[in-house]
């Protein structure tokens, strides 16, 4: 006789293990979804309108900026943005029009366009107000005064204080 007060030992069957593979790949295309998602909302949009003729003048515009020989980096000290652009003698350069584009890489929520002026130093300012801490990303685009575009992408890091 087969006493009743004894547990059933767990049997595994086939719906048991059609729940389990149901649930796990639920999990995994929620996952996938909500990550495709998370990109295209971030994604700030295209960095040119037309890929073909931006490469057909690739060359020639980068051997110009070669040329030009500058040296740039910027700087962000409380809430002013330093842009130091020197040339091959280490002195500063005079620029016929300045646009930067200040940002996030990951989204444009906080992009903002800095208005440049030129300090007694030399150096390009622009107030920016307070900046979270992280990884900011520069869009200069200058033309020198021979009519030379220069375009850079500076990453600046900032530290929490």
Known sequence: MVDQSQKKEFELTGKHVLAIVVTAFSIIIGVNIFMAYSAVGTFPGLETKN???????????????????????????????????????????????LYGLLGRATHVNEDQEPDFSQSSTGAYVA???????????????????????????????????
């Open 127 to 161: 107030q920016v107000g307070k900046l979270g801490e992280g990884n900011w990303n520069l869009r200069m685009n200058a033309v020198a005064e021979d009519g030379t575009t220069f375009q850079q992408r500076i990453p600046i890091y900032l530290k929490a204080n």
């Open 51 to 97: 890929s073909y003729v931006a490469s057909q003048k690739f060359d020639a515009q980068r051997a110009a900026q070669e040329a030009l020989a500058w040296d740039v980096s910027a700087r962000i000290e409380g809430e002013t943005l330093f842009l130091d652009i020197k040339d091959a003698n280490g002195d500063p350069v005079a620029v016929s029009s």
